[in-house]
């Protein structure tokens, strides 16, 4: 087991990094001090498969459980839920001192995390991220929230958790699909801060693919590693933070086009790490041969790096762009590479050089 420390001064939490970890919950749990009732919130995929043994865990130390099973998927992360968790949690008479256990993927993390947040204006909470998307980004850092009509994640808290237990065995009845598209924040954080990351998962992409359980345990903590570096600096989005919106930029406008059907989201920011590779190629001098070795390795990952768009599709997403909730006073900004493991935020870019880069992942 690797053990990383997201440094929050009073509000730092370790996270634990590795195998037959969900077993070990109530020891740990134990060990914070948390109540004695906990709430264990799961969705209709991921609590069949696991939280029984969380619960098993939690009652072997003494702790009282309830159980909320959310349906699973985006359409999860809204108000009307939010309400329904509530009134779980009134019904189960949740009090200050219980804790909320978050047992899923994203989705279920951004929301028992905003209900936690909320709740009683706050109860304890803990993160058991179940994709590799969850245990490498969205479990780390304390961005909770839920979605409106007019946009993703408009809503929310920054809340941190008490702890997070990133239980690798969980990622083995993970579809091959949500893996990959994690693999793209995975292969973000080389470019983002770690060149040797970077050259890490070029050479052993096909290990990694095969769930190896030590590459696996390596990358993850590292990954985390990384965001608790970049959290502890700057946890409230000041500037830092930003750099982990890497690719983002068009990747959010992809997704907002396609109406969040046709790719999932590391799937759209492969397609936009891809341009901003080309974008950092022209502006922020990176060399041609590391954009090319960024291509190579979301093509080996199995992510798609190319996408089709007609003249209006393409107008819609400059359109979606600008109303990007990270626009600041009308200016779309990027992220862009100075060289593999160094980045930049807040480049204004022009429309020409944006049509060049999308031109560069053109489908044809
Ligand atoms: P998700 O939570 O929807 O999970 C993907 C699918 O996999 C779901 O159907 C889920 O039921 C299933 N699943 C989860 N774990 C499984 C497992 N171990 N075995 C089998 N099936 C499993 O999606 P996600 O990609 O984990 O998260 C996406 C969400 O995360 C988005 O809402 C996004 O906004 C949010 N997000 C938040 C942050 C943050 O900092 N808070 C960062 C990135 C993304
Ligand atoms: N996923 C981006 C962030 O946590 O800031």
Known sequence: MKVV???????????????????????????????QRGVIVTDDRVGPRYAKTVRDALMAYGFKVETVTLPHGETSKQWKVVQDCYNQLAAARIERGSFVVALGGGV?????????????????????PTTLLAQVDSSVGGKVGINLKAGKNLVGAFYQPKLVLCDLDTLQSLPKREFRAGMAEVIKYGIIWDARLFSTLEAQI??????????LEKVVARCCQIKAAVVGQDEKEGGLRAILNYGHTIGHAIEAITRYGTYLHGEAISIGQVAAGHLSQ???????????????LFKATGLPTRISLNAGQRKRLLEAMQLDKKVSQGQVKF???????????GHSVETDAIHAALDSVQKN
């Open 5 to 35: 420390k997201v440094p929050l001064q009073e509000r730092s939490y370790r996270i634990l990094v590795g195998r037959s970890l969900l077993s070990q919950l109530g020891a740990q749990c134990r060990r914070l001090k948390l109540g």
């Open 335 to 345: 992220v862009l590479a100075a060289r593999l493991g160094k980045v930049s935020p």
């Open 282 to 296: 022209s502006l922020t001098g990176l060399k041609a041969k590391d954009a090319q070795r960024i291509e190579a």
């Open 108 to 128: 279920v993390g951004d929301l028992a995390g905003f209900v936690a947040a909320t709740y009683l204006r706050g109860v304890d909470f803990v993160q058991i």
């Open 206 to 215: 096909g290990s990694l693919l095969k769930l190896d359980a030590t590459l």
